[in-house]
């Protein structure tokens, strides 16, 4: 295996982790406090990784580390909760689906990657994978939670590509905690201000809040910057067609959910759209 192959492998494993946030939220934590659990998702890893690194940000990347943090936590995930309520599940997982083709276009505009049209064809290719994966016959569609779902996946796509393009002078563990810490913070007052207090956690409550924590956000992240660091946004965005693949595998060997033939497909179109997505990667350097 080559170093670019390795690379791209252990960034996948980020968006493989994510997928579980569902199972882990649905059967972990107390229900109806999205913007909390976003909170202690965020806030706590970053100040761990924040002892760890004993380092802060200097000069200008104050200023950086709060647009990042907002977009990449902060704006992403309130919008990622306002389209996942207003929407069925299917369509606000489809919605956020296009992420990987504002990428690209953002890619060309910010940081003057080339437009590629197997990365075009590979998005839309993920896009219809997912559809397949979650969209249920009848699904409703509110403009609400559309838009919110659409700003949401902006706010991803312009994270990930500023991530690459500023290029931080630290190591990308310092990064991650920068912007878990400042992420966190930024939700602060929308829980003081939106939400009632948690109520008295179970030891499955503490269980569930350190996994996210530790595992869905500190870990994660790290690989999902260290990936930025060294790849194209191009190529690291698709990687989140994956997170959508393990939620609906976890669905169906733990909780026993149905596995339908659309939803077969539909992991078989998503693999071959992260894979497209990485040939045309490989294409346009050789």
Known sequence: MNTRSFDIGLTAVAPAIWGSTYLVTTEFLPSGYPLTVAMLRALPAGLLLLLIVRQMPKRNWWLRSFVLGALNFSFFQAMLFVSAYRLPGGVAATVGAIQPLIVVVLSRVVIGSPIK?????????????????????????????????????????????????????VSPLTFTAWQLAVGGLLLVPAVLLLEPSLPPLSVANVVGFAYLGLIGAAFTYLLWFRGLSRHEPSAVAPLGFLSPVVAILLGWGVLDQQLTIAQSAGIAVVLASVWLSQRAQVVRRA
């Open 117 to 169: 049209v197997l990365s075009v064809v590979a998005g839309i290719a993920g896009m219809a994978g997912v559809a397949l994966l979650v969209l249920t016959p009848g699904a409703a569609l509110d403009p609400i939670g559309i838009v919110a779902g659409l700003a949401g996946a902006v706010s991803m796509a312009f994270g990930t590509v500023l991530s690459r393009h500023w290029a931080p002078p």
